[in-house]
């Protein structure tokens, strides 16, 4: 089976400016995780989407992060404006399986904010 | 909620040696866990998971962990090791989502 796709792979930005990060997940599967890695650090939960709605998002910063998926397929993840906090590798995820528990991560996209 | 606890940022040991990687876990209920490797600018692979069952949870690359419910442990395991599993290493619990350790660097030399 197909696994996570994410583009783009690297992206260095300007501070303030504005970036978006795109995840097509394993084919069929509902559920979509979208996850911060700050290096040094373990990944850190943004927004979880079943279907094209949101399950959780207590811990996306919505001042300046948003991320959508329209028809519960792929989807963006979006930072405007971006601050140097921000850099990081940011993380799509989706279920193996309906109970398998385990999550299959994409290769990530990796923000540098100057 | 849950969160789980790596006290190592960093486990050195010689190929060939046995391998620990430690993992504490803190959960309300039955507790899910998994153990993670990531290889530099790679995203995560699953190596292994405790649901219910056997305590010796056996996984990918001849990894194995030793889920201890008294101890509220989940450490990884590996009888001989190899330079090529040096890399970053996370612990996680799921509940209502995954929640992920800080990592562990694995340096394993020749």
């Known amino acids: 089976e197909a696994g996570v796709a994410q583009s783009p792979r690297y992206k260095i930005i300007e501070k303030r400016q504005s970036v978006a990060f795109w995840c097509n997940p394993i084919s069929g599967h509902a559920t979509l995780y979208w996850y911060q890695q700050i290096l040094g650090q373990g990944p850190k939960l943004l927004i979880q989407?079943?279907?094209?709605?949101?399950?959780?998002d207590s811990q996306l910063p919505k001042d300046r992060f948003s991320a959508e998926r329209l028809k519960g397929v792929d989807s963006t993840l979006k930072i405007q404006p971006a601050k140097l906090e921000d850099s990081a590798v940011y993380l799509c995820?989706?279920?193996?399986?309906?109970?398998?528990?385990?999550?299959?991560f994409g290769e990530g996209s990796r923000l540098t904010v100057l | 909620a849950q969160s789980v606890a790596q006290p190592e940022d960093q486990v050195n040991v010689a190929e060939g040696n046995p391998l620990t990687v430690k993992c504490t876990y803190s959960v309300s209920g039955n507790p899910y866990l998994f153990w993670y490797v990531q290889y530099p600018n790679r995203g995560l692979q699953f190596l292994l998971k405790y649901i219910t069952g056997d305590n010796l949870v056996k996984g990918s690359y001849g990894f194995e962990a030793e889920f201890n419910k008294s101890q509220t442990s989940f450490h990884l395991k590996k009888p001989s090791a190899l330079v090529s599993d040096s890399a970053l290493y996370f612990c996680a619990v799921r509940d209502d989502d995954m929640r992920f350790g800080a990592g562990t660097r694995l340096t394993v030399k020749p």
């Open positions: 995820a989706s279920p193996r399986g309906v109970d398998a528990g385990e999550l299959f």
């Open positions: 989407f079943q279907n094209n709605g949101v399950v959780d």
